[in-house]
């Protein structure tokens, strides 16, 4: 993640924005030629997945041994005996204290969303006044750099203050969260539209609203999408800590409440769930990328 | 009328100096002239080009087109760029269609379209139509380069080094089309070429602008190519006066205008 959010040098620079995103944006074509024939493609699943399975059973040998040596941690075993007791029961609702972790994941996901959409919102238009301005990216680009590497837990006071509600408190924090890299991105992807497809507009005479419907946006689109992938990615770290701090539901609550309750298997099995709802969002964010992505042609 | 090129200066500034890159350019392009202009890297004539095309201000001097100054690009002119140029994530059809509509705001739609079916079909592109750049060959790319700049239907043609990525296959028929294009169906009358090849410089010119690297970025001299026309590969290159004109032009470029090696830091 930390690629895309470095040190950030102003957009008239010949390095193109594209450049300096992280991998995602991959030309459709390279990774469509990758595929062979099906047989072939089959067989190296098969191996992916093999590999993959190879992985995990060495982290669970490793957990088992820290396991057997500290006392008190669950064995990987009780982890997903407690995962499996979790998921018998995902949406009942016996009250604040009894709530399965379905619904707990629900809320979260839901504070997401919606402080996601907020910023998303508020970033793309102004990450594209800041990618077309040389002089309002001097004037933002400052701003941005310095509330940028703030943890967003810092703002949480600030929210409760103005929102004089906790669970709101969460969505202000995911806000401010998914603000920054949507900002950069976007600007960095508008400001690095070549020369070349400039020139054709100039040359063709394109409108304002041509320029930016045909090649402003396409053009752009893969790191305004980026940029939402990765807050989208940290926004989901972070709302399990903002939700400790909020209390009341949420994932993070939950997990915060199984240590409180001394049932570490339950924080283990949370870990899993959350692991596999983030990569889920992530997955969804490559393929919407992957829609938005078009080959270079030359 | 004509296209005239008076005292046209242009100096490039940046970080490391300035870099002058055209001299007091003159030059007059009847109407219906092929024009090639040829010399070696950095010796301006791409800036040349989009000083016509209305993409770069001279510093000096005019560009004069049919009694009009050129103050920036127009629908009387187009150009086929370097490296194509077409938008990657529209289909063949819509990089055509939507530079021919908005360079002519006074044609209407129906009428865009008929220009964009003739110069697909012309070009042999109408059955990729619907393709995307990506999916297409370098020499189809290039052929759709040349169907948008005509399907605006500019007087004055502009080409950069347009065949230079292509093998020596593709170039040749592609310079034929070219040729049947402009001689024929389209209504541009005028066409400057840049190239790096002297053989394309030849066969498709009726004079050969030969331009000269600093210090004195300009033009170094004009040959004319009076050979008739229709031309073809194989009845050019037997015609002695084809033979004395690449003798000439080699003579020029590779000893009266021999760009010294740069030497090493």
Request: hydrophobic letters at 45%; one cysteine or more; charged letters at 15%.
């Amino acid at each position: 993640m930390s690629t895309r959010l470095g040190e950030a040098p102003p957009p008239a620079t010949e390095e193109p924005g594209l450049a300096a995103t992280p991998s995602p944006v991959v030309p459709v074509a390279s990774v469509a030629s990758r595929g062979g024939s099906g047989l072939a493609a089959v067989r190296s699943m098969g191996a992916s997945f093999g590999y993959a399975v190879i992985g995990f059973l060495l982290l669970g040998a490793i957990w088992q041994l820290i396991a057997s040596m500290a006392d008190g941690l669950p064995t990987p075993s009780e982890g997903v005996s407690a995962l499996t007791t979790l998921l018998s029961s995902p949406f009942h609702d016996n009250g604040p204290n009894d709530k399965g972790v379905g619904l707990q994941l629900a809320t979260s996901l839901q504070r997401v969303f919606l402080g996601f959409a907020f910023a998303t919102i508020v970033a793309v238009p102004i990450g594209m006044v800041m990618g077309a301005s040389k002089r309002l990216f001097q004037v933002i680009n400052p701003v941005a750099q310095l509330l940028r590497p703030v943890s967003p837990l810092a703002w949480f006071p600030l929210g409760l203050v103005v929102l004089k509600d906790a669970p709101n408190g969460a969505v202000f924090v995911i806000f401010i969260t998914a603000l920054w890299p949507t900002l950069i991105n976007t600007a960095f992807g508008v400001a690095s539209v070549p020369t070349d497809h400039k020139n054709v507009a100039r040359v063709f005479r394109f409108s304002r609203y041509k320029y930016v419907r045909h090649v402003l946006l396409p053009y752009s689109l893969p790191s305004i999408v980026t940029g939402m992938r990765i807050s989208m990615g940290i926004a989901w770290m972070v709302i399990v800590a903002v939700e400790m701090l909020s209390g009341g539901n949420g994932i993070g609550f939950f997990v915060w409440d199984a240590y409180n309750a001394d049932d570490l298997a339950s924080v283990v099995a949370a870990i899993i769930l959350i692991g596999i709802v983030g990569l889920l969002l992530d997955l969804g964010f490559g393929r919407v990328l992957k829609r938005f992505s078009y080959a270079e042609g030359h | 009328m004509a296209l005239e090129i008076q005292g046209v200066r242009k100096t490039f500034h940046t970080r490391n100096g300035s870099q002058e890159v055209l001299r007091g350019v003159d030059l007059t392009i009847a109407k219906g002239e092929f024009i090639s202009v040829i010399g070696h890297s950095g010796c301006g004539k791409s800036t040349l080009l989009s000083a016509i095309g209305g993409l770069v201000k001279p510093d000096a001097g005019q560009i004069v087109l049919d009694g009009e100054t050129v103050t920036g690009p127009g629908p009387d002119r187009a150009i086929v760029f370097q490296n194509y140029s077409l938008l990657p994530w529209m289909s063949v059809y819509d990089n055509v269609y939507e530079a021919a509509h908005s360079a002519r705001p006074d044609r209407s739609k129906d009428e865009s379209r008929a220009a964009t079916e003739k110069y697909l079909r012309s070009t042999g592109l109408w059955q990729h139509a619907s393709k995307r750049p990506d999916q297409i060959s370098g020499g189809m790319r290039q052929r759709a380069a040349v169907a948008r700049a005509f399907s605006v239907g500019p007087k004055v043609l502009l080409l950069d080094e347009p065949f230079g990525a292509l093998d020596a296959l593709t170039r040749a028929h592609l310079q034929n089309q070219l040729m049947d294009l402009w001689g024929s169906e389209s209504d541009t009358e005028t066409v400057v070429m840049v190239t790096h090849g002297i053989d394309e410089a030849i066969f498709l010119a009726d004079r050969v602008v030969v331009m000269a690297n600093a210090p004195l970025p300009s033009v170094a001299a004009v040959i004319e190519v009076a050979i008739e026309r229709p031309r073809t590969k194989a009845t050019i290159t037997a015609d002695p006066r084809y033979q004395e004109v690449t003798e000439e032009l080699v003579h020029l470029l590779q000893e009266k205008l021999v760009v010294p090696e740069p030497i090493a830091a």
